[in-house]
């Protein structure tokens, strides 16, 4: 299976605890988004990742959230000290290089369901 | 930033009938998608749009990318059972830095009756 990979799919944290979301692009990709989805919302995008490179973090909240994406491993999405209102559907996708066809077009995760209680 | 509205919010059908939904927004976009997605899954692409005017089948789905980039339709034609779930329209903006995150609709949420 050459999809994107979530890991895990479901996570359950108490207030106050760190939450960390990993994302495996589709192979021969290299550029990562984060988004969030509430319920009964569309998705929202957070942070666009390159390797080693942040790209655009501007749907991010300013506290607590950061992410990654090493040269080596999958895009990591770290939420510290959560609160209930993190409690939502994180979903990664991945997109080919630039240049190549249908650059634009982003595959998604079978996201992480988090939980805060 | 960016909005986009998509309707309807929800379809109650009758198997066998024609869908149509679209999304409109304020601001032009370079791409349209369109996603489907089912109950604890993530979203799975069912047509990509690059250009203006541009008219795109996938089986059963035919969408197209208005002329002014500012919206944009999906049809389902025939629907059967498995064709329950939401649909999602999704914009790319691309900016002089590269491309952003997709704008995303609220979604429309197809119910079919037996």
């Known amino acids: 299976n050459a999809g994107v990979m979530q890991n895990p799919r479901h996570l359950v944290r108490r207030r106050g605890q760190e939450a960390r979301l990993r994302c495996s692009p589709m192979?021969?990709?290299?550029?990562v988004y984060w988004y969030r989805q509430l319920p009964e919302e569309g998705l929202k995008f957070m942070v666009y990742?390159?390797?080693?490179?942040?790209?655009?973090e501007s749907g991010m909240p300013k506290e607590r959230f950061s992410a990654e994406f090493p040269k080596e491993g999958p895009s990591i999405l770290r939420i510290q000290q959560v609160v209930r209102g993190d409690s939502a559907a994180y979903f990664c996708?991945?997109?080919?290089?630039?240049?190549?066809?249908?650059?634009?077009?982003?595959?998604f995760g079978p996201g992480t369901r988090l939980t805060v209680l | 930033g960016q909005q986009l509205n998509q309707s309807p919010q929800s379809m109650f059908i009758q198997e066998g009938e024609d869908v149509s939904m679209n999304c409109t927004s304020s601001?032009?976009?370079?791409?349209w998608l369109w996603y489907k997605q089912d109950p604890g899954e993530g979203p799975v692409l069912l047509i990509a749009?690059?250009?203006?005017?541009e008219l795109t089948s996938n089986g059963r789905l035919t969408a197209q990318f208005g002329i002014t980039r500012k919206d944009s339709f999906l049809n389902i034609s025939a629907s059967i059972p498995s064709d329950v779930g939401i649909y999602f329209c999704?914009?790319?903006?691309?900016?002089?830095?590269?491309?952003?995150?997709?704008?995303f609709g609220k979604g429309t949420h197809l119910i079919i009756q037996p």
């Open positions: 990742l390159q390797k080693e490179n942040i790209i655009d």
């Open positions: 999704a914009g790319l903006l691309i900016s002089g830095g590269g491309a952003d995150g997709l704008t």
């Open positions: 996708a991945s997109s080919p290089p630039s240049g190549g066809p249908s650059t634009d077009t982003q595959y």
């Open positions: 601001s032009i976009f370079n791409t």
């Open positions: 749009l690059y250009k203006a005017g």
């Open positions: 192979k021969g990709h290299s550029h």
